[in-house]
């Protein structure tokens, strides 16, 4: 097994053995103060100062691979180790790590290390792979900043970069997004619209097809140019069952750009999911 992969699965598997973690520090956290920002979409479990630790479990019912028409359901665990003073917040949620911040009370920044599994020929179920080359897993940086359009964070506008050697690339995301009621603890349903744009390293990466591999998977050779990738819109909503176990829903569509919808690795034009996460916060 790649080493990286096996790194990988550390990691996650690393979450159950931070429940005792979680229990050394949860009595250091206040019980009124209010997120970094009020919004589902930036998650903030420290209760307004030092240590927030929440974990769980998810489950997704999503495509096996960007462009697939094969779908599956997913569990893994989830959850996130985080430290906050004052505006500024460190942070381990899942596959990121980093920092984020508020600036200026309306401004949202964020910098962190991702990773970015690589896609496998069995990750088709159906062969729809067979002959593809297995990518490499990856780690990138990213570059997110949010503004708010108001005082109460229910209207914003983001962009994120993300960005990784040659066998990554480049990708950009613009993004609109509203937040329907008005609680200021993180709690509520909110939505977004996004658009996409990648270079030709990593549009080839999910959808390129090269020489070599046009003779052994018998697929046309297909090389992308960088531009417009997809667009779509995500919601999410968070429920607060308790003081400390939080249900969070969230279901996605996102579109291909005419470039990709003729790639042969496209089975269909979109993409589509929906997963549920239960957390006990600490």
Same mark, same amino acid.
């Given at each position: 097994?790649?080493?990286?992969?096996?790194?990988?699965?550390?990691?996650?598997? $690393?979450?159950?053995?931070?429940? +005792?973690?979680? #229990?050394?520090?949860?009595?250091?956290?206040?019980? @009124?103060?209010?997120?970094?920002?009020? @919004?589902?979409?930036?998650?903030?479990?420290?209760?307004?100062?030092?240590?927030?630790?929440? $974990?769980?479990?998810?489950?997704?019912?999503? *495509?096996?691979?960007?462009?697939?028409?094969?779908?599956?359901?997913?569990?893994?665990?989830?959850?996130?180790?985080?430290?906050?003073?004052?505006?500024?917040? +460190?942070?381990?949620?899942?596959?990121?790590?980093?920092?984020?911040?508020?600036?200026?009370?309306?401004?949202?920044?964020?910098?962190?290390?991702?990773?970015?599994?690589?896609?496998?020929?069995?990750?088709?179920? /159906?062969?729809?792979? /067979?002959?593809?080359?297995?990518?490499?897993?990856?780690?990138?940086?990213?570059?997110?900043?949010?503004?708010?359009?108001? *005082?109460? #964070?229910?209207?914003?506008?983001?962009?994120?970069?993300?960005?990784? /050697?040659?066998?990554?690339?480049?990708?950009?995301?613009?993004?609109?997004?509203?937040?329907?009621?008005?609680?200021?603890?993180?709690?509520?349903?909110? $939505?977004?619209? +996004?658009?996409?744009?990648? /270079?030709?390293?990593?549009?080839?990466?999910?959808?390129?097809?090269?020489?070599?591999?046009?003779?052994?998977?018998?697929?046309?050779?297909?090389?992308?140019?960088?531009?417009?990738? @997809?667009?779509?819109?995500?919601?999410?909503?968070?429920?607060?069952?308790?003081?400390?176990?939080?249900?969070?829903?969230?279901?996605?569509?996102?579109?291909? @750009?005419?470039?990709?919808?003729?790639?042969?690795?496209?089975?269909?034009?979109?993409?589509?999911?929906?997963?549920?996460?239960?957390?006990?916060? +600490?």
């Amino acid at each position: 097994m790649h080493v990286v992969r096996v790194l990988h699965m550390i990691v996650r598997y $690393l979450f159950v053995s931070c429940i +005792f973690i979680g #229990w050394a520090f949860s009595a250091s956290a206040g019980e @009124s103060d209010l997120p970094l920002v009020p @919004s589902p979409s930036v998650k903030d479990f420290t209760r307004g100062e030092g240590w927030g630790i929440a $974990l769980g479990l998810g489950v997704e019912y999503e *495509s096996a691979y960007d462009g697939s028409d094969e779908y599956e359901f997913e569990l893994d665990p989830a959850g996130a180790i985080q430290w906050r003073t004052d505006n500024h917040l +460190f942070f381990w949620e899942g596959i990121e790590l980093g920092w984020r911040a508020k600036m200026f009370d309306n401004w949202l920044l964020q910098v962190a290390a991702r990773y970015e599994s690589g896609r496998e020929a069995d990750d088709s179920d /159906d062969g729809r792979l /067979d002959g593809l080359e297995d990518q490499d897993d990856e780690f990138a940086g990213v570059l997110e900043v949010r503004w708010s359009l108001d *005082s109460d #964070w229910r209207n914003w506008i983001a962009g994120r970069v993300m960005a990784g /050697d040659s066998d990554l690339g480049l990708l950009g995301v613009a993004a609109i997004g509203h937040r329907f009621g008005n609680h200021r603890n993180g709690s509520g349903t909110e $939505l977004f619209l +996004f658009a996409t744009f990648g /270079d030709d390293n990593f549009l080839n990466r999910d959808f390129g097809v090269s020489t070599r591999e046009s003779v052994t998977s018998g697929l046309p050779e297909t090389d992308l140019n960088g531009g417009y990738r @997809s667009s779509g819109l995500t919601i999410i909503d968070r429920r607060d069952l308790t003081n400390k176990v939080h249900l969070i829903c969230e279901a996605g569509f996102e579109y291909y @750009s005419s470039d990709i919808q003729d790639s042969p690795i496209a089975r269909k034009d979109y993409e589509a999911e929906v997963g549920m996460t239960i957390l006990y916060q +600490f």
